[in-house]
């Protein structure tokens, strides 16, 4: 198993501004996830984050909007970038371990106004 | 990965099995059968999986069909603190691989006192 922990828990930030949000977990992993949770919708993936190598984003999601980092096997990573209230949504992280299911972190609320 | 149908949401009565069920008649033959459950605030928690056959832990029961067109998920013994959003996720990959999971709107389960 995986301990996943995310930094900040929650947020409130205004627009125009930017929110680095950090996924320490307690092993080390190959691979790590990014996903966003709008008010009352399901999880959508974000990125990939492999340790070394660039993130791979997912259709609708850039770069530019949500660059990543992945300095080793136990930490990532997200930043929102000049946000709008459209961001406000929950991230969470997760990772895959190697066994056949991913672990998830608590989250971070986000709330832009 | 194929595409899950599930029902919005479902009532049980404490103490009684709930039975949740999935279909996902596009899936192919590598695809395994995930299922995921996300308690109101808190990230997703991996429950069961399974390819062709029923599996078993010590939360769930997981039925999966001959033709593996769909499933069902067996809670034996509801408890309020099942009270959750159950997603069925299928994927080609041990814990989403390099892909990540797809979530779709999944089962909002109602544990009734």
């Known amino acids: 198993s995986a301990v996943i922990s995310q930094k900040p828990s929650r947020d409130i930030c205004q627009r125009g501004t930017s929110l680095t949000i950090q996924c320490q977990v307690d092993?080390?992993?190959?691979?790590m996830f990014w996903y966003r949770q709008q008010p009352g919708q399901s999880l959508t993936l974000i990125a990939t984050?492999?340790?070394?190598?660039?993130?791979?984003?997912e259709s609708g999601f850039v770069i530019d909007k949500f660059p990543i980092s992945r300095p080793n096997l136990t930490f990532s990573t997200l930043t929102v970038s000049n946000m709008s209230p459209e961001d406000s949504s929950i991230y969470l992280c997760s990772v895959e371990s190697g066994g056949a299911e991913q672990y998830f972190g608590p989250g971070t609320r986000l709330t832009v106004t | 990965d194929a595409k899950t149908t599930q029902p919005p949401s479902m009532d049980c009565a404490e103490g009684r099995a709930a039975n949740l069920p999935c279909n996902h008649s596009?899936?192919?033959?590598?695809?395994?059968v995930y299922w995921y459950r996300q308690i109101h605030s808190q990230g997703p928690q991996y429950i069961i999986h399974?390819?062709?056959n029923n599996e078993t832990n010590e939360m769930a029961s997981l039925i999966i069909t001959e033709d593996r067109k769909s499933s069902t998920l067996i809670l034996p013994h509801a408890t309020l603190r099942d009270t959750a959003v159950y997603y069925c996720i299928a994927s080609p990959s041990p814990g989403g691989g390099a892909d990540g999971l797809t979530f779709g709107k999944g089962t909002h389960l109602i544990i009734q006192p």
């Open positions: 984050a492999n340790q070394g190598s660039e993130a791979t984003y």
């Open positions: 596009t899936i192919s033959g590598n695809e395994y």
């Open positions: 092993s080390q992993v190959t691979m």
């Open positions: 399974g390819l062709k």
